[in-house]
């Protein structure tokens, strides 16, 4: 029962461009979504997030868009950077629990 | 200074051992979570402590057991370990409890049962 899905495995980006990561979900109950990032042999560090009374969050060169009728969420980074290069994890949760339901992650990859 | 720490970093071992992998946070958070991420990248929430307190334990085998001595430490043991428990286990830690709070991951432990 896979509640939170990353379809595309994986994403090359040349740097500057945008980046977009796209989340699809089943469960129309979710509060709130995360981002978070991974790098190799690191635990996921938090990115942004967004609740899920709003359609739109942003935090610097990340913003995410919550699209509730299709569930289907997007990250952006404008503009892509190496560092960037990291996969991307998706996940939702409800209100009044810790539970964390990770999509399997989208890598990208960004080169000069 | 690191936020959260786990030990071993790697881990092979046979099956039918018991081993046991800890973490430590210096964060000051009251709540602790494991995670495990098996080979199809799936990660997964395990169990949950707040303020030492089990909160989730998810369909998790009873060979897995966690301990909370004290709010800065949630240590995972693994009885009988089988060739399935082969996965990156994570441990993490929150400020809080409820799905909006960040929560913050150690570095990961790598198990490999043979």
């Known amino acids: 029962d896979q509640q939170v899905k990353q379809n595309s495995p994986s994403l090359s980006v040349q740097e500057g461009r945008i980046s977009i990561l796209n989340c699809d979900y089943t469960?129309?109950?979710?509060?709130?979504f995360l981002w978070y990032k991974k790098y190799p042999a690191e635990g996921p560090t938090f990115l942004i997030s967004i609740s899920s009374i709003k359609d739109k969050n942003e935090d610097g060169r990340f913003t995410v868009f919550l699209n509730k009728s299709a569930k289907h969420l997007s990250l952006h980074i404008v503009p892509s950077q190496p560092g960037d290069s990291a996969v991307y994890f998706c996940?939702?949760?409800?209100?009044?629990?810790?539970?964390?339901?990770f999509g399997t992650g989208t890598r990208l990859q960004v080169f000069p | 200074d690191t936020a959260v720490s786990q030990t071993p970093k790697y881990l092979v071992t046979q099956m039918g051992n018991d081993k046991s992998i800890k973490c430590e946070q210096n964060?000051?958070?009251?709540?602790m979570y494991w995670y495990k991420q098996d080979s199809k990248k799936f990660l997964k929430i395990m169990f949950s402590?707040?303020?030492?307190?089990?909160?989730i334990n998810e369909t998790v085998p009873n060979r897995f057991s966690p301990k909370s001595p004290d709010k800065a430490h949630l240590n995972l043991h693994i009885n009988s370990l089988e060739l399935g428990d082969s996965a990156v286990y994570f441990c993490?830690?929150?400020?809080?409890?409820?799905?909006?709070?960040?929560?913050?991951f150690g570095p990961g432990t790598r198990l490999t049962v043979t």
């Open positions: 402590y707040n303020n030492k307190e089990l909160i």
């Open positions: 469960n129309s109950m979710f509060d709130y």
């Open positions: 996940a939702a949760s409800r209100i009044n629990t810790d539970k964390l339901i």
């Open positions: 964060l000051g958070h009251d709540t």
């Open positions: 993490a830690s929150s400020q809080g409890s409820g799905g909006y709070v960040e929560q913050y």
